[in-house]
T-cell receptor
């Protein structure tokens, strides 16, 4: 069965410091990987995705993510955090082929808190 | 461009009551989805519609029904609400296929007493 794990419920970082939000996945086929962000009382917004190609993908608001097939990880990163980055971040995976269901599965979310 | 519009934004029901959550998208997307969001559980797929005229169960379909009324609209019905259905419900749409990202509505906060 396909699954996504976000091992940290919350990540705290000081403004200006680099941030990493971790995500690992388990799928039977090749993964399509996504990151979404949710601000308070809002729906989720798409940040970036990995489909194929370069393992480092760049997305909105200066975020990037690195796909690591051997570690089955897709960590979200930003070189310099802003207070406005404080939000709930979700990793998601869709498996393709290998008998997978092609449904998008979300992790449980990681709350990012950036202190001024 | 409104994107994905959900109504209502808030609703309080008594156990056993029924209601329908409405969702409409104006992006000409093929696929539409209903998710529920619960603390510590992330988002879980209730039902989805890969294209107009088709619907399929997701992870947690029990107690819900859906209707893909046309390409734009996808409704979620609770026939007999239960306290376990207290949640925030999100509708989403996408162009279809695994490559495309989802666009979400702003959510419906439902409380079942």
């Amino acid at each position: 069965a396909q699954s996504v794990a976000q091992p940290e419920d919350q990540v705290n970082v000081a403004e200006g410091n680099p941030l990493t939000v971790k995500c690992t996945y388990s799928v039977s086929g090749n993964p399509y990987l996504f990151w979404y962000v949710q601000y308070p009382n809002r729906g989720l917004q798409f940040l970036l995705k990995y489909i194929t190609g370069d393992n480092l993908v760049k997305g909105s608001y200066g975020f990037e993510a690195e796909f690591n097939k051997s570690q089955t990880s897709f960590h979200l990163k930003k070189p310099s955090a802003l207070v406005s980055d404080s939000a709930l971040y979700f990793c998601a995976v869709r498996a393709v082929g290998g008998g997978a269901t092609n449904k998008l599965i979300f992790g449980t979310g990681t709350l990012l808190a950036v202190q001024p | 461009n409104a994107g994905v519009t959900q109504t209502p934004k808030f609703q309080v029901l008594k156990t056993g009551q029924s209601m329908t959550l409405q969702c409409a998208q104006d992006m000409n997307h093929n696929s539409m989805y209903w998710y529920r969001q619960d603390p510590g559980m992330g988002l879980r797929l209730i039902y989805y519609s890969a294209s107009e005229g088709t619907t399929d169960k997701g992870e947690v379909p029990n107690g819900y029904n859906v209707s893909r009324l046309n390409k734009r609209e996808f409704s979620l019905r609770l026939e007999s609400a239960a306290p376990s259905q207290t949640s925030v419900y999100f509708c989403a749409s996408s162009e279809g296929g695994g490559v495309f990202e989802l666009f979400f509505g702003s959510g419906t906060q439902l409380s079942v007493l």
